[in-house]
């Protein structure tokens, strides 16, 4: 499985257009530069003028992860709707859109976006822990601990199966807490 969301199989990036990629250097150089209303420019005109789906998926995807670098979240998520809409299959970019959802107050826009990353790579953990901790602050035990149960299948570190092992631990005394007596 690769590690599409940060798993631990790396798979190297995919390579844009020779012309989008020279603007996006030229972009993050202006970003390095903390020149930001040029770097956007840079990114949107790779965006704009990449030759091929792929190469303008990769565009938006760096300008969605500068905009949430820079604390743009609406316009992060607008960016990462368009890589989303340009590569349906992008699992770091429906994972990396609940996120942002989620710091927009889009509860509801944010599980749908973690699910359809779990439904893409169901092997892969990032996805499943941020819609646990979703529905955890949204005190709906019984879906977090079916999502953490979840996770406790897949081939995780230790460290991390350790803190699903206590996540679960405190769901399940958050439940019984709450039982009728």
């Given at each position: ?143 977090a601990l079916a999502e953490y149960r979840a996770l406790e299948r897949l ?27």
């Amino acid at each position: 499985m690769s590690g599409a969301c940060g798993g631990t199989q790396k798979q190297t990036p995919p390579e844009p257009a020779a012309s989008t990629r020279t603007l996006l250097g030229e972009a993050r150089k202006a970003e390095r530069a903390r020149q930001y209303d040029r770097a956007r420019e840079l990114y949107l005109r790779a965006a704009r003028e990449a030759p091929d789906r792929r190469s303008q998926a990769i565009a938006w995807r760096e300008l969605g992860s500068a905009l949430i670098f820079w604390g743009e979240l609406d316009e992060a998520a607008r960016a990462l709707g368009k890589v989303v809409e340009l590569e349906p299959g992008a699992v770091s970019a429906w994972h990396d859109l609940g996120i942002v959802r989620a710091r927009l107050g889009d509860a509801a826009g944010s599980e749908r976006a973690f699910r359809r990353a779990i439904q893409l790579a169901p092997e892969e953990p990032r996805p499943r822990v941020a819609l646990a901790a979703l529905l955890v602050r949204q005190r709906r035990w019984d879906a977090a601990l079916a999502e953490y149960r979840a996770l406790e299948r897949l081939d995780l570190p230790e460290r991390t199966r350790s803190a699903v092992g206590r996540a679960i631990e405190l769901i399940e005394a958050e439940r019984r807490r709450r039982a009728p007596r």
